[in-house]
């Protein structure tokens, strides 16, 4: 039987774990910290259920379906429901909806009557040289203007990356928006195009809703890391990989340097690649620039008498513009899944740092929790300080695509080219989100499966 070493125990080293043992790979998983799961972590404390990392998982194809169902988590399955479609920005210090139709728009309060007459020149926009790389601020600038970006993107952004629309890649962070421009010209036009195939289509469609578990998103990493049993090793940190005689050989923290594997494949977060002593044959100094910019999360309860913001809806985003506010946005964490908040109360999880304010992060836990608290009070019309309070500090939190990251697949695809057998797989190889991780980590550990075959 062929044997695989993998690096790294969150999300996308245990699916491509469980995905390589179905395939009959011999795996042993190797994570540094004491528990899988990576930045997907629940936790019950005071009668809520706090998300510490993701809060939700796209259903956005049938793989996550068929991964659940395996796994025999279907009766643990959450789906948020119609309120979680809504969606607020904060415009003059105030949230307001975010318009999800024509008529919506046209009577929305998030942008003025300019901004909404400057849409309608968006079909008339010629696309850009292909070759050209634009940000995600130079796309939404051109196409929708400095209104829509400021109100739309900026917090959305910020929502998704924690990051910058000024300096992400439009083309690496939000691929299907430079797909729809390249084969349509218009975004309108594009979108208007995709729906009418999709109506047309004979196939089932992804549903693409939110989903969790009852006893939150950690029941899936838990899950799989169940399916591998014994063949994971906890704080257990590689240190040195090196191929001798085409095999491969790993040592550091409770790691058996006596031991060989057919394969390795890495699905750490990618700056600590260059801390294991590995000759690549390329510079892996190179990926320490990969920017991971902090990122605390709090959750807070309130008695459901002291919000007076209806909360009907996923969340809240801040607009950089919106300058007076430091939080990044809040999740209505009880509003989204039920089991989240005690009868009578309600939990908001709020996001502060980010390349935005990443000094935020880190400050002090009782100036954290004022600030949040503050600008909650001025948001949703808070009353009253908590009276359930969690936090947890992420010091490297989500890759970003920046402008130029293309240079950074290319190096990734450099590094398995040189040394077949070495494979890569993560967040920061296909998207960000916990649904394109699982499908990339998926479609990696087929293509070594298939590697191992004819080796």
Not at 117 to 138: H, T
Request: charged content about 25%; overall charge positive.
């Amino acid at each position: 039987m062929k044997s695989v070493a993998i690096i790294g125990g969150g999300i996308a080293g245990l699916v491509s774990g469980y995905r390589l043992m179905q395939l009959g790979v011999e795996v042993t998983l190797f994570e540094a910290s004491h528990r899988t799961g990576g930045c997907i972590r629940s936790e019950r404390s005071g009668g809520y259920l706090v998300e510490y990392g993701p809060n939700t998982i796209q259903t956005k194809t049938d793989l996550i379906d068929h991964l659940v169902a395996e796994l025999g988590l279907r009766d643990q399955q959450l789906f948020a429901g119609d309120e979680a479609k809504n969606r607020y920005v904060v415009r003059n210090g105030k949230p307001v909806p975010v318009p999800t139709s024509p008529p919506a728009l046209l009577k929305t309060r998030l942008f003025s009557t300019k901004a909404k007459l400057r849409v309608l020149r968006e079909p008339f926009i010629p696309p850009v040289n292909g070759q050209v790389e634009e940000s995600v601020a130079e796309f939404v600038r051109r196409r929708l203007g400095d209104e829509f970006l400021d109100y739309a993107i900026n917090p959305f952004v910020a929502g998704v990356y924690a990051g910058d629309p000024a300096k992400l890649s439009l083309r690496h962070a939000f691929p299907r928006l430079h797909e729809i421009e390249s084969k349509y010209g218009s975004l309108i036009k594009g979108l208007i195009r995709v729906s009418r195939e999709r109506k047309k289509s004979t196939s089932p469609m992804p549903s693409g809703r939110m989903m969790s578990f009852k006893d939150g998103l950690q029941t899936l990493p838990d899950a799989l890391a169940k399916s591998l049993g014994n063949r994971i090793h906890l704080e257990s940190r590689v240190t040195s990989i090196k191929k001798e005689n085409s095999r491969w050989v790993l040592s550091g923290e409770n790691v058996e340097a006596d031991r060989s594997y057919d394969a390795v494949l890495f699905a750490g977060q990618l700056y600590t690649l260059p801390l294991i002593q590995f000759d690549s044959g390329v510079d892996l100094k190179v990926l320490e620039r990969v920017h991971y910019p902090a990122v605390s999360v709090l959750a807070l309860g309130f008695p459901r008498e002291n919000v007076q913001h209806p909360l009907d809806g996923f969340g809240v985003l801040v607009p950089e513009i919106e300058s007076q506010f430091k939080i990044l946005g809040t999740l209505f964490s009880s509003t989204l899944f039920p089991g989240r908040a005690p009868e009578n109360h309600v939990l908001l999880t709020t996001f502060i740092g980010g390349v935005r304010h990443e000094e935020m992060a880190s400050v002090a836990w009782g100036t954290l929790k004022d600030t949040v608290t503050n600008d909650l009070r001025d948001i949703l019309g808070i009353r009253g300080m908590p009276d359930f309070t969690q936090h947890i500090y992420w010091p490297h939190a989500i890759p970003q695509y920046h402008v130029g990251y293309g240079k950074i697949k290319e190096l990734l695809d450099t590094i398995e080219n040189r040394n077949p057998g070495f494979y890569l797989t993560g967040s920061f190889r296909k998207g960000i989100s916990v649904s394109d991780t699982i499908a990339s980590a998926f479609e990696t550990a087929e293509k070594m499966a298939s590697w191992l075959r004819e080796s």
